[in-house]
């Protein structure tokens, strides 16, 4: 499985501020997502991050919120915007095996960064 | 409204027994099925996955797949203490979108 780094692993950010999260993965792949792990509660795809074009938003999720890059097939940024209490969350990044042009392989999840918004 | 469905627990057992962690679906679709680990604080981590009707064997785990009765489910031979976390079932839908359960927390006594 593909190695997955984020940064940063935690922060404390103040109501009103954004904050970017970094994913860094150690080899090309194709599918990237983003994913919202609220306090408690199970795990929430925000978007996929799509090299060279917008990214994919869920229902609910917008882009002026969540705004994502992916420059490479080994990056991307999620950005939290404009942030409120209700933002605090686990973000984590997640890739699918790449294996050819086929889909529906597993995912691998980054450790994630842990958000606390005062 | 695709769905996951699993039993939050906790599900408690003794340390080498049997552990039957559970999950129905919704979307008939699905192709793809998915168990993850996660530990308290830390992100999930893959530890089953199945694509065709039956079972699949990897070491102390089990998955099991019944798409007529869109039912999967984890068993945990031999559980050890280390073993507790929270256990996710993730299904794949027609769209190659990860469906996450709510998870079932699995606790192994000494």
């Known amino acids: 499985s593909a190695v997955i780094s984020q940064k940063p692993s935690r922060d404390i950010c103040q109501r009103g501020t954004s904050l970017t999260i970094q994913c860094q993965v150690d080899?090309?792949?194709?599918?990237m997502f983003w994913y919202r792990q609220q306090p408690g509660q199970s795990l929430t795809l925000i978007a996929t991050?799509?090299?060279?074009?917008?990214?994919?938003?869920e229902s609910g999720f917008v882009i002026d919120k969540f705004p994502i890059s992916r420059p490479n097939l080994t990056f991307s940024t999620l950005t939290v915007s404009n942030m409120s209490p209700e933002d605090s969350s686990i973000y984590l990044c997640?890739?699918?095996?790449?294996?050819?042009?086929?889909?529906?392989?597993?995912?691998?999840f980054g450790p994630g960064t842990r958000l606390t918004v005062l | 409204q695709k769905e996951v469905e699993q039993n939050s627990g906790p599900l408690s057992v003794p340390e080498g027994a049997i552990a039957s962690l559970n999950c129905t679906y919704s979307?008939?679709?699905?192709?793809?099925f998915f168990w993850y680990r996660q530990y308290s604080g830390k992100s999930p981590e893959l530890i089953m996955f199945?694509?065709?009707?039956g079972d699949k064997e990897d070491g102390r785990f089990t998955a099991q797949l019944n798409k007529a009765s869109q039912y999967v489910s984890l068993l945990i031979r031999d559980s050890q203490p280390s073993d507790s976390a929270t256990y996710l079932c993730?299904?794949?839908?027609?769209?190659?979108?990860?469906?996450f359960g709510s998870g079932t927390r699995l606790l192994v006594r000494p």
């Open positions: 199945i694509y065709s009707n």
């Open positions: 080899s090309q792949v194709t599918m």
């Open positions: 997640s890739v699918e095996r790449t294996s050819g042009a086929s889909r529906g392989n597993e995912q691998f």
């Open positions: 993730a299904v794949m839908d027609s769209s190659y979108k990860l469906i």
């Open positions: 991050a799509n090299q060279g074009s917008e990214a994919t938003y």
């Open positions: 979307d008939r679709g699905s192709q793809s």
